[in-house]
C-alpha cells in the first residue's frame, strides 16, 4: 500500500486549507484512513479518521467542529477540510493506514502499517 499525501502550504490564521491522501496498492474500502501531525519538537498526534467499510469519522477535541475528513471511493482518496485555522494547527501532517486496526488504537502511530510522506501546514498568526 503507498499513501501520497498532498496539499499544505502556508495560511493566514482564520483561513483554509485542504489536504489530500491518495491510496494505492489495494482496495480502499478495507481501509482505516487517519490523519495525524506533528509539530516540531512535539509527539505526532492524531486528528481525524475514517474507519474502513464506514463512513465513521472520529476526530481529535482540538480539531472538531473545524476540520472534516472525507473520501471519494472512485478516486482512491481521502481528504481533510481544514477551515479557521489556529497557529497551533502549524504541522507536518500524515496520512496513515491499516486494516486490521482496533479502535481502541485509532489514536496510535505504531498501531499503522503504512504511511503517507508528510505534508507541512503552516499557520500565521
Known amino acids: 500500500v503507498q499513501l501520497q499525501a498532498s496539499g499544505g502550504g502556508w495560511v493566514q490564521a482564520g483561513g483554509s486549507l485542504s489536504l489530500s491522501c491518495a491510496v494505492s496498492g489495494r482496495t480502499f474500502r478495507g481501509l482505516t484512513v487517519t490523519w495525524f501531525r506533528q509539530a516540531p519538537g512535539q509527539e505526532r498526534e492524531f486528528v481525524a479518521a475514517m474507519w474502513r467499510g464506514t463512513s465513521n469519522t472520529y476526530y481529535s477535541s482540538s480539531v472538531k467542529g473545524r476540520f472534516t475528513i472525507s473520501r471519494d471511493s472512485s478516486k482512491n482518496t481521502v481528504y481533510l477540510q481544514m477551515n479557521s485555522l489556529k497557529p497551533d494547527d502549524t504541522a507536518v501532517y500524515y496520512c496513515?493506514?491499516?486494516?486490521?486496526?482496533?479502535?481502541?488504537?485509532?489514536?496510535?502511530?505504531?498501531?499503522?502499517?503504512?504511511w503517507g510522506q508528510g505534508t507541512l501546514v503552516t499557520v500565521s498568526s
Open positions: 496513515a493506514a491499516d486494516s486490521r486496526l482496533i479502535l481502541s488504537s485509532l489514536g496510535v502511530p505504531s498501531s499503522y502499517d503504512y
